[in-house]
Nanobody, 124 residues
Framework: QVQLVESGGGLVQAGGSLRLSCAAS????????MAWFRQAPGNEREFVTA????????AYADTVKGRFTISRDNAKNTVYLQMNSLKPEDTAVYFC?????????????????WGQGTHVTVSS
């Protein structure tokens, strides 16, 4: 069982940056692939990025590639999402997710554990 708590959301102007954090409980954090998803009002939850067990493999949605970076610190049981060059269309609730496999997944159905989400608002 893994419990996830996101933090770092807030209000930022377009072009700005934010770093989200996701703290995980459990001794086997390093055995979980981790991901970030987001959901804007009226939209379905969408994949943003994911990282494998030891960070050797990752994936990004085309909409964030080159602007967002996922990383993990297994010693701190934490995964991060560095978001640069933010756009108003990045406004959403951002969710951290975990799956008990080494490889990344890009569908929400691939992940068994979810945080409560953190709000990100990008003003124009």
């Amino acid at each position: 069982q893994v419990q996830l708590v996101e933090s770092g959301g807030g209000l930022v102007q377009a072009g700005g940056s934010l770093r989200l954090s996701c703290a995980a409980s459990g001794r086997t954090f390093s055995r979980y692939a981790m991901a970030w998803f987001r959901q804007a009002p009226g939209n379905e939850r969408e994949f943003v990025t994911a990282v494998s067990w030891i960070g050797g493999s990752n994936a990004y949605a085309d909409t964030v590639k080159g602007r967002f970076t996922i990383s993990r610190d297994n010693a701190k049981n934490t995964v991060y999402l560095q978001m640069n060059s933010l756009k108003p269309e990045d406004t959403a609730v951002y969710f951290c997710a975990a799956r008990n496999q080494w490889a990344v997944g890009v569908s929400s159905a691939d992940y068994q554990y979810w945080g409560q989400g953190t709000h990100v608002t990008v003003s124009s």
